[in-house]
């Protein structure tokens, strides 16, 4: 069994090095970026309306106490998939 848990332990250890991690994000990034850029552009309005619901929903569900928090994570979130192309201006609606 030892061998075993020695090869699992491997392989955790592989998928939480943060180096490895950097690097497949990157290489995904470099093979996938450009099409992520034109989805994210076409749909803007339909991650605006997703993001808005998802607010609406944490804000229910906790009585509106993180309204304050969760507004400023939506733009955060706006902000960074605005940025992706390097242009502004997509709409993605505001909370």
């Known amino acids: ?3 075993f848990l020695d090869k ?6 592989a998928m ?10 990157q290489d995904a990034w470099a093979e996938h970026g450009d099409k992520l850029d034109g989805l ?3 749909h803007a309005d339909k991650i ?3 993001l808005d619901g998802a607010t609406d929903f944490v804000s229910d569900k ?12 939506a733009d ?6 605005d940025s992706l192309d390097g242009e502004s201006g ?3 609606g505001n909370a």
Do not use: H, I, Y
């Open 48 to 50: 605006g309306q997703g």
């Open 62 to 73: 906790t009585g509106g106490r993180f309204d304050e928090q969760l507004d400023q994570g």
């Open 16 to 25: 939480l090095d943060k180096t490895t991690l950097d690097e497949t994000a």
């Open 76 to 81: 955060s979130l706006r902000g960074g998939l």
């Open 1 to 3: 069994m030892d061998g």
């Open 8 to 13: 699992a332990q491997e392989q955790a250890d």
């Open 90 to 92: 997509d709409d993605f």
């Open 40 to 42: 994210v552009d076409e």
